[in-house]
């Protein structure tokens, strides 16, 4: 079937190093792709997205990369803080008909930032 | 701007009884969406609405109804709560465009013993 995973459910990091997280997805449909970061006791928050158009998309300290051809997505985090110790979460965003739009999220990977 | 905002924060049920998800957001957003999170799993879409006074069925919708009749309203009701829908509930919402970015409340988490 078709789904959005994970390959690491699990990441511990020393702090100032980087950090790779990173998604397999197999709806080659989908156009857009989104990394969310989740705290504890809190909502996810948005950190990136890409359009399937495009193959890099940089941020402040994070990158996110598209390979279409293997239909993998990954977050690079740059000199990981400690603040950066979150569940993180790849979205596919995929067309439901009628218009609309629904994203479907990965199982996450916890990233745990070592001081 | 609140953003979305979730209320109650917490709540503790006994299986059979009801009660009622209140998200709201200021946003003037016409998408909306309500998630659970389990342990171990990511968010799945129960239900969600294109607009005022539509609702549609998400990947889990059973057990779970909706309703959208002001924009910046999306309540969850759960009629007999059972102990499976024990879980984190988030809601969501987006503007318009396919890419929109979607915002999340702060979650509710539900006990239902």
């Known amino acids: 079937g078709e789904s959005v995973g994970l390959h690491l459910p699990t990441l511990s990091v020393q702090e100032g190093d980087n950090s790779i997280i990173n998604c397999a997805y197999s709806n080659s449909a989908s156009d857009y792709f989104i990394w969310y970061k989740q705290e504890s006791g809190k909502g996810p928050q948005f950190i990136i997205d890409?359009?399937?158009?495009?193959d890099k998309r940089q941020g402040q300290r994070v990158t996110v990369l598209l390979n279409k051809t293997v239909k993998h997505l990954s977050l690079q985090i740059a000199a990981t803080q400690p603040g950066d110790s979150a569940v993180y979460f790849c979205?596919?965003?995929?067309?439901?008909?009628?218009?609309?739009?629904?994203?479907?999220f990965g199982k996450g990977t916890k990233l745990s930032v070592i001081p | 701007n609140a953003g979305v905002t979730q209320t109650p924060k917490f709540r503790v049920l006994k299986t059979g009884q009801s009660m009622t998800l209140l998200c709201a957001q200021d946003m003037n957003h016409e998408y909306m969406y309500w998630y659970r999170q389990d342990p171990g799993m990511g968010l799945r879409l129960i239900h969600y609405?294109?607009?005022?006074?539509?609702?549609a069925k998400g990947e889990v919708p059973d057990g779970y109804n909706v309703s959208r009749l002001k924009k910046q309203n999306f309540l969850l009701g759960l009629e007999s709560a059972a102990p499976s829908q024990t879980s984190v509930y988030f809601c969501?919402?987006?503007?318009?465009?396919?890419?929109?970015?979607?915002?999340f409340g702060p979650g509710t988490r539900l006990t239902v013993l």
């Open positions: 609405s294109v607009g005022e006074g539509t609702t």
């Open positions: 969501a919402s987006r503007k318009e465009v396919s890419t929109d970015t979607q915002y």
């Open positions: 979205a596919e965003n995929r067309h439901s008909g009628a218009g609309s739009y629904q994203l479907t």
């Open positions: 890409i359009r399937s158009n495009m």
